[in-house]
């Protein structure tokens, strides 16, 4: 079965750094998503990805974030200036299309700032 | 916006008993429950899911239950076994947005 696959699975960076978490949905998929989850906290929703544009964002994804989809493969999401906040595991998704609301993950890619 | 609720955080069972994961949510307007699995080091993954339409789905061992007029909506997990336990997420969604709001998580542990 095609899945969504994620890297790094682990990534560690100092303070302030730019980090790219990278995604490869499963290819005929449309709809591309972005989740993290602290330690302990719920799944929080940050962005969602449709026809090379931004379709829905959550009020954590603010500046210091962004989504691009560079080529037809891969759904990046960029940290310009990571805090010690943005430590979570970082969860991204795809889906079909329209009528198909099951989401597929990706494993995840656990960030740690320090 | 959307909050879910999921309880209990941990929920330790012996094999072969039942387990049940309760969940409410806040917006009268979300129509998809959906349930994922979340085995140690792996993803998360759908194993069932239910639309405001219907009050329960059944999937061999697994079951959802709805109620729409209380906004919860729960997981039955009957005849366990140690491969059941994982992290179950709940989750609800508004027709049209397609972007599930999570619950915390439950972690079910199963003992032999």
């Known amino acids: 079965e095609p899945e969504v696959t994620q890297t790094p699975s682990h990534q560690v960076t100092q303070m302030g750094q730019e980090v790219i978490l990278r995604c490869v949905p499963i290819s005929n998929h449309l709809y591309f998503y972005w989740y993290r989850q602290i330690l302990g906290q719920k799944v929080e929703f940050l962005v969602s990805?449709?026809?090379?544009?931004?379709?829905?964002k959550s009020e954590i994804f603010d500046d210091q974030f962004s989504v691009e989809r560079p080529d037809g493969s891969n759904f990046t999401l960029k940290i310009r200036s990571t805090k010690l906040e943005d430590s979570a595991m970082y969860f991204c998704?795809?889906?079909?299309?329209?009528?198909?609301?099951?989401?597929?993950f990706g494993s995840g890619t656990q960030l740690s700032v320090l | 916006g959307e909050n879910v609720e999921q309880h209990p955080s941990t929920l330790s069972v012996q094999e072969g008993d039942s387990a049940v994961i309760k969940c409410t949510y806040s917006d009268s307007a979300s129509n998809y429950f959906p349930w994922y699995k979340q085995e140690l080091g792996k993803r998360p993954q759908l194993i069932i899911d239910?639309?405001?339409?219907?009050g329960e789905k059944k999937d061999q061992r697994i079951a959802v239950t709805l109620n729409k007029t209380a906004k919860h909506f729960s997981l039955h997990i009957t005849e366990t076994q140690p491969e059941d336990s994982a992290v179950y997420f709940c989750a609800a969604s508004r027709g049209g947005s397609y972007i599930p709001t999570f619950g915390r998580g439950t972690s079910l542990i199963v003992h032999p």
């Open positions: 998704a795809s889906r079909p299309g329209q009528a198909n609301e099951k989401l597929f």
């Open positions: 990805f449709y026809n090379n544009e931004i379709s829905e």
């Open positions: 239910i639309r405001s339409n219907v």
